[in-house]
């Protein structure tokens, strides 16, 4: 009888531990659900992160998005057009490319300093509150 009796204890004790392991690990996959699809109209950036009067470059996206006046949002290639470097910064009203020192407008993209002669293709994109996503 009393054999009998510790072996139900036991198997409650086992069952009570695996039911324990089992709540700690459901916990730890369910933030699966957070993961974004990764489509053409992913955020880029938020517009707090892109300086009035200045830009931010995206350099996994290769995509630099400017805000040449307040409230007002662009975006080109970061892909310089003299050689393919990814350009290095923006300031001064201009996209810096470091390799050859070309400068481009954050404003349109337009060539102001070369060795450069074609201007940063502009990528469109879409303004939705704060956030900045391809169109
Ligand atoms: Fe940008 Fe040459 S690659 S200036």
């Given at each position: 009888m009393n054999a009998r009796r510790r072996t139900v204890m036991t198997a409650g004790a086992a069952g009570a531990a695996a039911l324990v392991t089992g709540c700690g690990s459901s916990d730890g996959g369910g933030s699966d659900e957070s993961s974004a699809p990764a489509s053409a109209d992913a955020e880029l950036t938020g517009t707090a992160d892109v300086p009035a009067g200045g830009g931010t470059i995206l350099e996994d996206r290769k995509i630099v998005v400017t805000q040449p006046t307040e409230g007002e949002f662009k975006a080109f290639s970061?892909?310089?057009?003299?050689?393919?470097?990814v350009v290095s910064s923006v300031g001064d009203g201009t996209i810096n490319?470091?390799?050859?020192g070309s400068r481009f407008s954050i404003k349109d993209g337009a060539v102001e300093r070369g060795p450069a002669t074609r201007p940063l293709p502009a990528e469109r994109i879409t303004v939705e509150g704060d956030s900045i996503r391809l169109a």
């Open positions: 970061a892909v310089c057009t003299h050689a393919g470097c490319c470091a390799c050859h």
